[in-house]
């Protein structure tokens, strides 16, 4: 039976590896322009008049409601997403004898001027489309803009019908009222239905497959099956030919390991953690079903997203100690140790900058995810190959003082190095001298914050600025996610080169990680390391951003890959090792499927998704309709063809290594 599925796996994963290679075909074939912007998800807006305390920007005319794709070239007031998704339908009724005009922006737009979203005739009403991610506020102002009658604090819904009344009041100060609270005339929907539907759907295959292996691992089908045979019927009356005693015990029959001679254990909470990371890392760079919390964070705060990448650069610096501890115990000379690390940098390096080519040198990419792995990977394997030994000092290790620390104070020469990598790092970011900025301004930037545009070019404040000074200004990510919000111009890349620095750290702390399983040979005592380490940087993570948003002395950024965001997803990382070894390698409840098999093959499916991320079928598509339901049954589908591809590659024992 369990050969039986091996093989109709094998026979899909074959299928969908021939279809990718049809699709590689056909995607050399077709021309791409790389600067080409997803058309009808973002329309420009224009100024409309210049404003020192307000910032004006025309509203969008409301569209036909009868194509799915004419309302996706539609977006919602501020310009955010198309209205087939996230959005609710708010009436503005003017019941005053004159015009009033509406003002609003997003609390996710932190400290920002408020935006001219359109103007209300006398005695009519305006249907406005709101975003329902975040809290809006929204601003009725008279038609000279010089008195404000009424400000409204509120967090739409999804599809939701509101309506919000402008009434004339003697009795007020301005003599105009609204109505409070805000009329609901429909009730919202749940935005996260297709979320809670596609759970149950993989909840169901996960006790489906855990029954399955249940039933092979235990023999239930062949005792289903036995009770059916002809065979038992014949044994019932007149008897076994063989006793009880020759039919060696179900443990054994079952048992993989019987047969096979001993070889050291693979940790799979590795690979599982690696697989984890990968199978969302494509999920989210499919566009994560257009849910806020699925993709990366406007600027501050963290999103499942922002977790992802960190927690690959992470699981990296872990394997790294293991196998470097294994080439030194087997003697691999150190040359050869060196060239392979110079050999795998410029192989990613070399394999990021293919993925972020299009057809325009102008603007070409040079930083890039693979391209901050190369770096990181580069510094980090250096000091391993410095300081990697084959065994360790056994009178050191039995001393109770020292055993604790035994894992900081051995390599305390790395620390050190660390330490003055994130002080130059701390240096250059709140030191360094920006021209036309604040010293030490780590903002978004941009028109909507500041007094008279004095931040309008400061968006990432020095990490931005070494970036342009080095690279220049067409080499770096154009379309950073803090412009939709923010109406940033700056170009700013989230993989810049400072941000290498923050990096390196977070390899080197996986690094930390991987020492911990190698010194202590004890489950009792890796799990505890573990977890205190997740609960120390988690701690000091917390401080810094002060528990906050935005309010803290070092927000969590994704885009600048802030002290915190690295001490974040650390914590986060040794936590979820800790989870994962736990269960896989210790206690033998989970097996790390399906994730395990992704993570045999992580680089290999990351380039292959790149490859085929926006409309090539089966693992995307044109949408019909541009609402959540259709975008994440899009994007989940396409991260399974990916999972069942590794499946089929590892049982054909196909990997591709660097």
Known sequence: MNELLKRVMAVVSRCMFFLVLFSVAQAVDTPVDANKIDEGYLVELPNKKDSDILAIYTLTDEPKKTDGNVMASSTDEFGYHPITYDTAYVNITNNLDEGIHVWGNSDECYKCKLRYLGDVHQMSTKVLYMDTRWKLQIAIYSKDDTIQYCRLYYHFGEEGRYTYFVNRNTSTSSGVECTKPITINREPQDANIPIYIALAVYGGFALVYIFIAAGIRDGWFDKILCCFSTDHLVTNELGSPETASHVPPASDRNSINRQQPSKPKRLKSLDTFRGISIVLMILVNYGGGKYWFLVHARWNGLTV?????????????????????????????????????????????????????????????????????????????????????????????????????????????????????????????????????????????????????????????????????????????????????????????????????????????????????????????????????????????????????????????????????????????????????????????????????????????????????????????????????????????????????????YYENIFLKI
């Open 305 to 649: 997203a922002d977790l992802v990448f960190p927690w690959f650069v992470y699981i990296m610096g872990v394997s790294m100690t293991l196998s470097f501890h294994a080439l030194v115990k087997y003697k691999v000379p150190r040359s050869k140790m060196m060239y392979k690390i110079i050999k795998r940098t410029i192989i990613l390096f070399a394999l990021g900058c293919v993925l972020n080519s299009g057809n325009s040198i102008t603007y070409f990419r040079v930083p890039g995810v693979l391209q901050r792995f190369s770096i990181s990977y580069l510094v980090v394997a250096s000091l391993q190959w410095i300081s990697a030994t084959p065994e360790r000092h056994a009178p050191k290790m039995m001393n109770k003082y020292y055993k604790p620390f035994c894992d900081i104070l051995d390599y305390w020469y790395e620390w050190l190095l660390m330490a003055a990598l994130m002080i130059v790092y701390s240096c250059l970011t709140f030191l360094m001298p920006i021209p036309g900025c604040p010293t030490g301004y780590i903002g978004p930037g941009g028109p909507l914050i500041g007094v008279n545009g004095s931040l309008t070019n400061c968006t990432g404040g020095a990490a931005n600025y070494i970036d342009r000074w080095i690279l220049g200004v067409n080499h770096i990510y154009q379309h950073p996610t803090v412009k939709i919000v923010y109406l940033t111009e700056m170009p700013h890349d989230p993989e810049g080169v400072l941000g290498s620095i923050t990096s390196i750290f977070i390899t080197f702390l996986g690094l930390q990680a991987g020492k911990i399983l190698l010194l202590f040979q004890q489950h009792g005592e890796r799990l505890r390391r573990l977890l205190i380490w997740g609960v120390v940087l988690g701690g000091i993570a917390t401080l810094l951003c002060y528990g906050s948003k935005e309010n803290g002395w070092i927000p969590i950024n994704k885009n600048l890959w802030s002290t915190s965001f690295v001490l974040c997803n650390a914590g986060t990382g040794f936590i979820l090792l800790a989870f994962c070894y736990f269960t896989i390698d210790v206690k033998n409840w989970w097996s790390g499927a399906p994730f395990y098999y992704p993570g045999m093959n992580a680089i290999l499916l990351y380039a292959g998704h790149e490859l085929f991320k926006r409309n090539h079928f089966p693992f995307s598509w044109q949408p019909l309709h541009h609402t959540h339901a259709e975008f994440l049954a899009m994007d989940v589908i396409g991260t399974t063809l990916w999972v069942v591809i590794s499946f089929g590659l």
